[in-house]
Nanobody, 115 residues
Framework: QVQLVESGGGLVQPGGSLRLSCAASGISFSFYVMGWYRQAPGKQRELVAAIARDGNTNYADSVKGRFTISRDNAKKMVVLQMNSLKPEDTAVYYC?????????WGQGTQVTVSS
C-alpha cells in the first residue's frame, strides 16, 4: 500500500518560514520524481517544486529563490523548505510521487500565511 504523509503545515506570518516533510512508504522511492503541489481556494492545483532521482530540481517562478526542495532516499523523505513566505503562498500543499504511469498523492497539509 502506497502512502505519502505530509507534515509541517500551519499558520505563519508574512516573511516567516515553514518546513514541509513528506514520508513515503510502499514505493521504490529512489526511482520516483517527487514533487510538491499546492491548491488555493478557487484555483487549480499547481506545481511548486519537483526533484528528480538524480537530484535535478524544478521550481515555479513564483517560489524561485525562496523555496528549496530536497530528498533523502535512505529515509524515503522529501522536504520543502519555504522561506520569505507571502500571503499568496496560502494553500493546501500536496506531496506527489510520479514514475511513468504511477502517480501518487498525499492527503495535503494547510499552509496559511497571514498577519
Amino acid at each position: 500500500q502506497v502512502q505519502l504523509v505530509e507534515s509541517g503545515g500551519g499558520l505563519v506570518q508574512p516573511g516567516g518560514s515553514l518546513r514541509l516533510s513528506c514520508a513515503a512508504s510502499g514505493i521504490s522511492f529512489s526511482f520516483y520524481v517527487m514533487g510538491w503541489y499546492r491548491q488555493a481556494p478557487g484555483k487549480q492545483r499547481e506545481l511548486v517544486a519537483a526533484i528528480a532521482r538524480d537530484g535535478n530540481t524544478n521550481y515555479a517562478d513564483s517560489v524561485k529563490g525562496r523555496f528549496t526542495i530536497s530528498r533523502d532516499n535512505a529515509k524515503k523523505m522529501v522536504v520543502l523548505q519555504m522561506n520569505s513566505l507571502k500571503p499568496e503562498d496560502t494553500a493546501v500543499y500536496y506531496c506527489n510521487a510520479r514514475l511513468m504511469s504511477n502517480d501518487y498523492w498525499g492527503q495535503g497539509t494547510q499552509v496559511t500565511v497571514s498577519s
